[in-house]
């Protein structure tokens, strides 16, 4: 394997003609003798000649020293560059997000552009979430989980930071019995159809939570996977449901109405959380450090 010194030495004789002035234009400080052991070891492990001297301190590239240098010359010249971007942190990368699907459309847009102004060249990989599992930061397969997690999620190696809350709302047909009201319980609509997320699935357990919290047991439930379904079918009439909201004013739409859920008032925490010992990711500071407050 031939050492990066030698290589080191080689390039910056090609590129200013000789070993003095290669001696100078090292960024560090060498000797002129150095620098030629440097170049004649590597001559010697490669078995050929690279350079040539022409005069008393002028230096030219043979054949093989020509093939050699067009290899290595970007490396050594694209190199301060990336030093400075590694110790400034200003590197592109790749960020890699796990996100409930309502915080997928409903937040992550605004974040991400907040993110892309400051770094337009970051690579940023969007996945939903499903099912919050801690193991999808421990193994690496995300940096950044943004749910929320159910009570307390005492993990000592993960570090979260709190973004959002999701506040509950129930819906109704707008033509149902009780639309026009501006205060509607869960009471109010025991026994009647409800529209649910599907089993498994955190906004489900949130909703059984909700609904057990009033004493409410629904005549008939009606699953489905997302928010959006879930509106369409209330508002065709074909049962009542409780969806969570980023927004105090709650989800919106022209057959349907929206109320508060305010006795008792119960509020979700949204939060990003990561590994506390997952490698430095200047991408990772970045999105939380622009991250809604």
Not at 175 to 198: I, K, Q, W
Request: charged letters at 20%.
């Amino acid at each position: 394997m031939i050492q990066l010194t030698r290589l080191e030495g080689f390039y910056w004789v090609a590129r200013t003609g000789g070993y003095a002035r290669a001696a100078r234009a090292f960024p560090y400080g060498i000797t002129q003798p150095a620098v030629h052991q440097q170049v004649k070891k590597l001559e010697s492990e490669l078995g050929t000649a690279l350079l040539e001297r022409l005069g008393k301190d002028r230096m030219e590239l043979t054949p093989a020293g020509a093939h050699l240098f067009r290899f290595v010359a970007p490396f050594f010249e694209g190199l301060p560059g990336v030093i400075r971007s590694l110790t400034s942190g200003t590197y592109s990368g790749r960020l890699c997000i796990h996100a409930e699907p309502l915080l997928l459309r409903q937040l992550l847009p605004a974040w991400l552009k907040r993110i892309q102004r400051k770094r337009p060249d970051a690579h940023i990989e969007l996945r939903e979430l499903l099912e919050v599992d801690l193991e999808t930061l421990r193994s690496g397969a995300t940096d950044l989980l943004i749910a929320h997690l159910a009570d307390e999620h005492g993990a000592d190696d993960i570090a979260t930071q709190r973004i959002a809350s999701l506040h509950p709302f129930l819906v109704l047909p707008r033509d149902h019995r009780l639309a026009g009201r501006s205060r509607v319980t869960l009471a109010d609509l025991a026994g009647e159809p409800f529209v649910a997320y599907l089993e498994g699935s955190i906004p489900h357990e949130l909703q059984l939570r909700a609904l057990h919290l009033h004493g409410v047991q629904p005549a008939r439930t009606i699953t489905t996977s997302s928010t959006e379904s879930i509106l369409g079918f209330v508002e065709s009439g074909l049962g009542f449901s409780l969806v969570p909201s980023l927004s105090q004013t709650g989800p919106r739409g022209r057959g349907l109405v929206a109320r508060p859920i305010t006795a008792p008032r119960i509020e979700f925490p949204v939060v990003a959380a990561w590994r506390k010992d997952a490698p430095e990711n200047p991408l990772l500071d970045l999105a939380l450090g622009c991250a809604p407050r």
